[in-house]
């Protein structure tokens, strides 16, 4: 099993409608999540980190963390094309020879259609 | 967030020689890290480059293979040794900033070995 799973996409939605990305993990320990996005060519840049449960939100984008069900998801509103890319979903444990090491889900790409 | 640059952006080798590349940070950092993500893969994290000591190694990956320096907090390198067909991926490195330890990347070495 990975350690990070994400669903498998990829992911097409129209624009302005809501996309759902969703990311498992099987470390209890892990502290910290992170979602990325990464453009066709281009290196991951961070959209949204969440360590505690419950929502965070930050403009269009909604991070949900369950630790009990081990479950992290972003949320994006009003899609837009300049949407269309790869995420990624990112968790780290804290602490020891662990600590700030990120473990990667697969990625899941979306496409936002006009 | 810290801004961090990489050279070379990209490079074609033969099979057999070895590529250094660097990154270097515009400001001291703690963490640094190297990852490799192969065509159409997801990150996979080489090891964190500590500073005044020797790296320290993922699974899978060796210090023979993938020497790393960092002889300060704004700098480290990492060569891709002997290499063959199959190091043909992007080499990114990573830094943690931020008093919630978030992880920005470099713009990341296109590597393609002939």
């Known amino acids: 099993q990975k350690e990070v799973e994400q669903n498998s996409g990829p992911l097409s939605v129209p624009e302005g409608a809501i996309a759902s990305l969703n990311c498992t993990y099987s470390d209890r320990g892990s502290q910290s999540f992170f979602w990325y996005r990464q453009y066709s060519g281009k290196s991951p840049e961070l959209i949204m980190f969440?360590?505690?449960?419950g929502d965070k939100e930050d403009g269009r984008f909604t991070a949900q963390l369950n630790k009990a069900s081990q479950y992290v998801s972003l949320l994006i509103r009003d899609s837009q094309p300049s949407d269309s890319a790869t995420y990624l979903c990112?968790?780290?444990?804290?602490?020891?020879?662990?600590?700030?090491?990120?473990?990667f889900g697969q990625g899941t790409i979306l496409t936002v259609h006009p | 967030s810290a801004v961090i640059s990489q050279k070379p952006s990209r490079d074609i080798c033969q099979r057999g020689t070895s590529l250094t590349i660097q990154c270097q940070v515009d400001?001291?950092?703690?963490?640094m890290f190297w990852y490799r993500q192969q065509p159409g893969q997801s990150l996979t994290l080489i090891a964190t480059?500590?500073?005044?000591?020797?790296?320290?190694?993922e699974s899978g990956f060796v210090i023979d293979k993938f020497p790393i320096s960092r002889p300060n907090l704004t700098f480290s390198t990492l060569t891709v040794s002997n290499m063959s067909p199959e190091d043909s991926s992007i080499y990114l490195c990573s830094v943690t900033s931020g008093i919630n330890n978030e992880q920005f990347f470099g713009p990341g070495t296109r590597l393609t070995v002939l």
């Open positions: 969440i360590y505690s449960n």
């Open positions: 990112a968790g780290t444990l804290a602490g020891g020879t662990s600590y700030g090491k990120l473990t």
């Open positions: 480059a500590n500073q005044g000591s020797e790296a320290t190694y």
């Open positions: 400001s001291q950092v703690t963490m």
